[in-house]
């Protein structure tokens, strides 16, 4: 079956640096991907939705200088958490819809723990 | 966005069958329900979707009110891999959406041997 695959698994890093997320998909176009970021005990809460070759939709309240999200092509789309801080500490998900599918489900991958000090 | 009301947890034996509700009195005619689940510190896993017609896969079988207003997931036999987060979600479907998947609560199902 399809395939996400979210890289780094989980990473920690020093307040005031950036870190990129990749999540790709393995066997299928993904035109759309989607960012997550959940915090212990809660749901999953959309961040921002990449579509290949243009700019991410942010939803409201995230700032998108802060999180650089970039979906350069049909397989790869990136995160870039930009000077960190310890409040930026979450569980970052990203999913994938294949390419025509609208209706069908998506594909995620299996998160990045992201801890800063 | 239509919104899905389940139950904070539920209890299950191994080996006995298990039935989720999900509520979404609001939701429009061509919304799609579908049911993810997560485990620990793990992305989510797609289970099943459908429209209006009662649907089955190799995971669970999904039963659909007439009138849409509400859905059970259903969990034949239940086994303790299947403890985990269940997220019953309205995927939207209207000019210039994504498809996007905005997640509730869900519902955490325990399993006891």
């Known amino acids: 079956g399809a395939v996400v695959s979210q890289h780094p698994s989980w990473v920690i890093c020093k307040s005031g640096t950036s870190v990129k997320i990749e999540c790709r998909s393995l066997d299928f176009q993904a035109t759309t991907m989607f960012w997550y970021r959940q915090f212990p005990k809660q749901s999953l809460m959309l961040m921002a939705t990449?579509?290949?070759?243009?700019?991410?939709?942010?939803e409201q309240g995230v700032e998108k200088d802060k999180f650089l999200i970039n979906h350069a092509s049909l397989t790869l789309s990136t995160l870039t958490v930009t000077s960190a801080h310890p409040e930026d500490s979450s569980f970052y998900i990203c999913?994938?819809?294949?390419?025509?599918?609208?209706?069908?489900?998506?594909?995620f991958g299996s998160g990045t723990q992201l801890s800063v000090l | 966005d239509a919104k899905t009301t389940q139950p904070n947890s539920m209890e299950s034996n191994e080996e006995e069958p298990v039935h989720l509700p999900c509520n979404h009195s609001t939701i429009s005619g061509t919304d799609y329900i579908h049911w993810y689940r997560q485990l620990p510190s793990q992305g989510p896993e797609y289970v099943i979707h459908?429209?209006?017609s009662n649907v089955n896969n190799r995971m669970a079988s999904l039963a659909i009110a007439e009138d849409r207003k509400s859905s059970t997931l259903i969990l034949h036999r239940a086994t303790l891999r299947d403890a985990a987060v269940y997220y019953c979600?309205?995927?939207?479907?209207?000019?210039?959406?994504?498809?996007?998947?905005?997640f509730g609560k869900g519902t955490k199902l325990s399993v006891k041997p």
């Open positions: 979600i309205l995927r939207v479907n209207y000019g210039g959406s994504q498809g996007n998947l905005i």
């Open positions: 990449s579509n290949e070759g243009s700019k991410a939709t942010y």
């Open positions: 459908g429209l209006t």
């Open positions: 999913s994938a819809r294949e390419r025509g599918r609208v209706n069908e489900k998506l594909f």
